[in-house]
């Protein structure tokens, strides 16, 4: 079994214990460690060879991650040249997340998918748009639409209330 129970960075220790070491996101005021092991383990499993530890910062928006020329149209994917489509984004259920920019020229703005990848809410109805995107319960995925010259400027964080300032995508990986 891998037991980690504290791990330093920036300066910050986070502290790693939990009951589910399958699927835990753990957060402290400066960002969120996405820690994840597949799989069933027991004494009897190989060892984790070279595991990481993928720490992402408040923005959960990645624009080198995206599907270029794609949008969603009633969930599904629809050709758009000017927008992009981001991978799938965890996140939490039953809890609120923040966009700083809001589409009104496209039907589905944002999709939300369960552990398996399967679409629990479509935004359908164009009257809609917001910046808030509460997660309903079973949430796990997000997938978010921007324009190409929205990229750069496109923030999607954890919470209820708008940030002062953009914050950029950051991603550090800890191999172990």
């Known amino acids: 079994m891998l037991m980690l129970t504290n791990v330093v960075f920036a300066d910050t ?3 790693l214990t939990s009951e589910n070491p399958v699927e835990s996101i753990m957060s402290n005021g400066s960002g969120t460690i996405e820690f994840s092991i597949e799989g069933q383990f027991n004494e009897d499993s190989e060892p984790l060879v070279n595991p990481t530890i ?26 758009s040249e000017k927008h992009r489509m981001s991978d799938y984004i965890p996140v939490k259920e039953n809890t609120n ?57 496109y923030h999607l ?6 940030p002062t300032e953009f914050k950029p995508y950051i991603q550090i990986n800890i191999h172990l």
């Open 97 to 153: 997340y923040y966009r700083n920019i809001k589409y009104n020229d496209c039907r589905d703005n944002y999709v939300v998918y369960d552990k398996d990848k399967n679409k629990l809410l479509v935004l359908n109805n164009p009257t809609s748009y917001t910046n808030l995107l509460p997660m309903p319960a079973g949430a796990r995925f997000i997938r978010v639409v921007a324009t190409k010259d929205d990229l750069n400027k």
């Open 54 to 79: 993928k720490v992402v910062g408040e923005n959960l928006f990645d624009k080198n991650n995206v599907l270029n020329g794609y949008r969603f149209n009633n969930g599904e994917l629809y050709y």
């Open 13 to 15: 220790t986070l502290n």
């Open 157 to 162: 964080i954890e919470g209820s209330i708008a």
